[in-house]
C-alpha cells in the first residue's frame, strides 16, 4: 500500500496551476514506491473539490494526460467529485444524497442513473449556511450583542475569552480583524457554540437549530430537482454533524418532516473519502487499482 498526504488541490483555493502541481507533487509521491516495487497501476480515481463544470474536468483530465505521458506512466483514470467518492465510503454505493457541514457546507445528489445535482458550495461570503464558518460567525455576533447588553448573558463569552487568553471584548475584535485570520480561524470558533449547547446554552442552541434548518433549505431544493432524490439515503458529513447532536437532530427533522421517504443509514464503515475513492477505483478498474 501507497499512501501520501499532501496540501489542497482546489483551484479556487490555490489557483489551478497551484492545485495542478500540488497533485502532481502526490502522484509522485504515492506512485514512486509503485514503480520500484514494479507494481502496476490498473486505474486510479480522483475524487477533486472545486472541480465541477465540464471545463474544470477537461482542464485537470488534460494534465493528468500530460503527466501521465512524461513519467510514461499511462493508467486509466476517473475524475468525479467529492461526493461521490464520499458516498462510496459512507455506504458503498455511488448514488444518494451528501451533506456536508464542516468548516464550509455543500449537498450532492447522484441519481443511480449518474445524473448528478449540486445546491449550496457558495463559499463563506456567498453562501455556506449551516457551515462551521456560519455558526462560528453568528456565535461572535452573539457573544458581541451580549457584551452589548442586545442579547442576554451566553456562556460562550466567558470560554472563548478564557481559551485565548483575551481581557477585554476589544481583544477579540482586534484578533478577528488581524490580516491572518482567515476563514479557517473563524470556524474554530464553532467548537465553543457546540459544547455550549451541549450544556444548555440558549443562545448556542438557537444558533445550531438555526443553522441545521438553513441547511435542509439548501438539501430540500437540491431534492427537488429529481423525483428519486426524494426517496433515497442521505449520508451526513463533516465535522459539524459528527460533533453536534442537536444539529444532525434538528437537520434530519425537517428533511424528514418534508420528505417522509428518505432515509438516514448510518455509515456502514468509519471510511475517509480518499478510501472511497479506492473502493470507486477498486470497482470500475480492478483488484490493484491505485487512488
Known sequence: MSRYTGSSTNPYVVTFDGA?????????SLLEPLCLSETSCSGACFGMSGISSEAEQENVISFLRSYQKERE????????TEAEISLMASLEQEHGILVISGTG???????????????????????????????AL?????????????????IMSERIMNAYGFKE????????????IGKSEIASFARFCIEAAKDGDPAALGILREQAIEIAETASALIRRHPELEETDVVCTGSIFKHSGVFLETFREALAN?????????????????HGASLLAKKRYSDTACT
Open 258 to 274: 418534508r420528505f417522509p421517504r428518505l432515509s438516514f443509514p448510518e455509515a456502514k464503515h468509519d471510511y475517509t473519502p480518499a
Open 169 to 180: 471584548m476589544t481583544d477579540l475584535k482586534a484578533y478577528v480583524y488581524r490580516p491572518a
Open 138 to 154: 453568528l456565535s461572535l455576533k452573539s457573544i458581541i450583542k451580549s457584551h452589548e447588553g442586545i442579547l442576554p448573558p451566553t
Open 73 to 80: 506512466i499511462p493508467f486509466p483514470l476517473t475524475l468525479t
Open 20 to 28: 495542478m502541481k500540488e497533485l502532481a507533487r502526490v502522484l509522485d
Open 105 to 135: 457546507s455543500n449537498t450532492y445528489g447522484i441519481t443511480r442513473s449518474g445524473e448528478r445535482y449540486r445546491a449550496g458550495g457558495w463559499g463563506h461570503i456567498l453562501g455556506d449556511e449551516g457551515s462551521g464558518y456560519q455558526i
